[in-house]
């Protein structure tokens, strides 16, 4: 029964898309094969019992780039407005400010994890999730993500 579940985990993990959607140029809907194809990131991070693990993903900067998001030079004046609403499947909603995962503002990694100490996310995790090494609380540490949406607050 333990082989099956895990089996059936996998496969739904191998199928589990991301929307990638809002103010970019090109809508996504990504797979975890698309993942494994972009720039791999590992970090060391420790969980919310501070056990220390291996996380391998993709930073969010690459996967908004991918899209088309506004960044670098671009990312000044009214685009200062723009966030990243990051959706998970149980309705629980994280933002980030799009100048948090810029590289050009900020030495901090905030990465879209599909991999946790070299197999993939436990079941209730995965199979996607955020992990921000630098951020003093797990709040933002959202799990098991269908959408990442890019917003602005101009009014």
């Known amino acids: 029964m333990l082989l099956t579940c895990c089996i059936q985990f996998v496969a739904f993990a191998q199928t589990a898309t991301i929307k990638v959607e809002g103010e970019v140029l090109t809508p996504l809907s990504l797979t975890l094969d698309d993942l494994s194809r972009m720039p791999v990131t590992k970090v060391k991070a420790k969980d919310k019992e501070a056990k220390e ?84 609380k797990h709040s933002r540490w959202i799990r098991d993500i269908n959408t990442i949406k890019v917003l602005s607050a101009k009014e």
């Open 53 to 136: 693990h291996d996380f391998s993903g993709v930073t969010l900067y690459e996967v908004l780039k991918k899209a088309g998001g506004t960044f670098g030079p671009q990312l000044k004046g009214e685009n200062m407005a723009k966030f990243v609403l990051i959706k998970a499947a149980d309705g629980y909603q994280v933002v980030y400010a799009l100048a948090e995962i810029d590289p050009e503002f900020t030495g901090d990694l905030v990465i879209l994890a599909y991999q946790v100490d070299g197999g993939p996310l436990p079941k209730g995790e995965g199979p996607f999730r955020l992990v921000a090494p630098a951020d003093k």
